[in-house]
């Protein structure tokens, strides 16, 4: 039986850190690439920096939500600072966090480089809601648009003496061979609501040490599941990549329904 803590599960605003610690867990040296992951996937909210029009740094608080391949998405209106700021120049910066108790500066986070633009992908809007569906209410409004930053590297501090710089290949998840997978995304996340939410709280109870209730699916992507519980997300890391089938993705997912089960 293999041990939970190999999925990099944790994550919801206090459970970041142990992400991490799962990312280095039965291993020589620090897992790097999945801890920026599990950041980039679990965190719903981060600082994003733009340009202003005298080319100063701007800050402000957006909430995010992931693309099928990682990639950052977030909403965001015409009216604001930002996004006028993002159509003038589209350089921008994003900080991940979860910050717990104690000193703020002690807890892993990522800031990711790279440049926004505005998108109608229905993937994108559709994973966005799954994670904030309380912002509905307004995504439908004419000021409002979906927008999705394209990584080009990304800085980490995980800890003392674990600061890493990444490319974006790095931490992104390479959907090469996976179109069977994205085309059928979202008819298996309502699929897993649907008809298998007791597989869904075994993963988040057993396997990744969370909390028992109504758990739903909100993505799905060849490295991995999200997964929320109110406000509370997590990130169920396949323990190797569902390849590029969706006959292969439920192979993992039910292998992984059995692991739980076999847990006492």
Excluded: C
């Excluded at 910066?93 to 717990?100: Q, T, Y």
């Excluded at 060849?222 to 292969?248: E, H, V």
């Amino acid at each position: 039986m293999s041990e939970p803590d190999r999925h990099l599960p944790p994550a919801g605003d206090a459970d970041a850190e142990k992400a991490i610690t799962a990312a280095a867990a039965g291993s020589a040296s620090f897992d790097q690439i999945g801890a920026a992951k599990a950041l980039l996937r679990a965190t719903r909210y981060g600082s994003l920096g733009t340009l202003d029009s005298e080319n100063a740094p701007y800050t402000s608080l957006v909430n995010v939500a992931t693309d099928i391949d990682g990639a950052p998405v977030i909403l965001i209106s015409r009216l604001a600072l930002h996004t006028k700021n993002i159509l003038r120049d589209s350089r921008v910066s994003l900080m991940l966090s979860h910050v717990g108790g104690g000193d703020p500066s002690a807890h892993p986070r990522i800031s990711i480089k790279g440049r926004a633009s505005l998108t109608t992908d229905e993937n994108s809007r559709r994973r966005f809601l799954a994670r904030h569906p309380a912002s509905a209410g307004y995504a439908t409004f004419a000021d409002f648009g979906f927008y999705r930053i394209e990584p080009e590297s990304a800085h980490l501090v995980a800890g003392f003496g674990r600061i890493f710089s990444l490319r974006a290949e790095a931490f992104m998840t390479d959907l090469t061979g996976a179109e069977a997978i994205v085309a059928g995304e979202a008819g298996a996340v309502a699929h897993m609501n649907e008809d298998h939410a007791d597989a869904l709280e075994l993963y988040a109870v057993k396997l990744l040490g969370l909390e028992p209730g109504a758990w739903r699916a909100t993505g799905i992507d060849p490295d991995g599941l999200d997964m929320m519980l109110g406000d509370k997300t997590a990130r169920l890391s396949f323990p190797k990549a569902a390849g590029g089938t969706s006959l292969s993705l439920r192979g993992v997912l039910k292998d992984l329904a059995q692991e739980a089960r076999r847990v006492a």
